[in-house]
């Protein structure tokens, strides 16, 4: 069973970035779809993005489209997500996801994941 630790949140200002990662072990990384999911105060938690297990596809949330990256390094075990011009209503606690063998398909509806990271959380200033 893969752990997952999420790291690079914190507080910025309206139109600034940030840069989430998150370190995977106890697994074969290479084999895991990854994703990231956010939840605001008093909301569901929703998908952000996903990323195949080569790299080779991803699949970002409309919301973010545009704006956000996710990537990843297969060597160092990490995803990330490269935030860009974020927005207030971006605030939410950041989750990373791992499903194994999955889609990223899937992921956007939270089928198939196995394990979920501690969260980080992210707030933006107006």
């Known amino acids: 069973q893969v752990q997952l630790v999420e790291s690079g949140g914190g507080l910025v200002q309206t139109g600034g970035s940030l840069r989430l990662s998150c370190a995977a072990s106890g697994g074969t990384f290479s084999r ?3 994703g990231w999911f956010r939840q605001g105060l008093g909301k569901e938690r929703e998908f952000v993005a996903a990323i195949s297990w080569s ?3 991803t699949y970002h949330a409309d919301s ?10 297969n060597l160092r075990n990490t995803v990330y997500l490269q935030m860009n011009s974020l927005k207030p209503e ?3 606690i950041y989750y990373c996801a791992a499903a194994f063998g999955g ?5 956007t509806v939270k089928t198939g994941i196995n394990a979920w990271g501690q969260g980080t959380q992210v707030t933006v200033s107006s």
């Open 32 to 34: 895991y779809t990854m």
């Open 90 to 92: 971006d605030t939410a």
């Open 103 to 107: 889609t990223t398909l899937a992921m």
């Open 55 to 57: 790299g080779a596809n």
């Open 64 to 73: 973010v489209k545009g704006r956000f990256t996710i990537s990843r390094d």
